[in-house]
């Protein structure tokens, strides 16, 4: 993947100079899904984040890698295709397939 500017949605990935224009390696993606997007970077500014979390990425980050070690962050919204234990595709998802064929328009 290239690597992406972070955005506000990404307040960990201070990028430190030009990132590269070509492909980097990486081994692992983290999703996180919250209420809202404040509610997440104000985790960031938490105390235990700042003095507990945070130095223990620097063991699964490359802290001095491009953006910090996120190579890209992405920010939307969780479409469902699986509720409650049965597939919301089909008749019984039809919300859910309509949303994401929205979504697909979009592109």
């Not at 992405?74 to 064929?101: E, I, P, T």
């Amino acid at each position: 993947m290239v690597p992406s500017a972070a955005t506000a949605s990404a307040p960990n990935a201070v990028s430190k100079g030009e990132l590269p224009t070509e492909p980097v390696e990486f081994d692992g993606i983290a999703m996180f899904t919250v209420p809202t997007l404040e509610q997440f970077t104000d985790a960031f500014k938490d105390p235990y984040y700042v003095n507990v979390i945070e130095p223990d990425e620097r063991a699964f980050l490359d802290k001095d890698g491009p953006g910090s070690g996120v190579i890209a962050s992405f920010r939307g919204r969780m479409l469902d295709m699986v509720n409650g234990g049965q597939s919301a595709v089909g008749s019984s998802g039809g919300k859910y397939r309509d949303d994401f064929d929205e979504w697909e328009k979009k592109k």
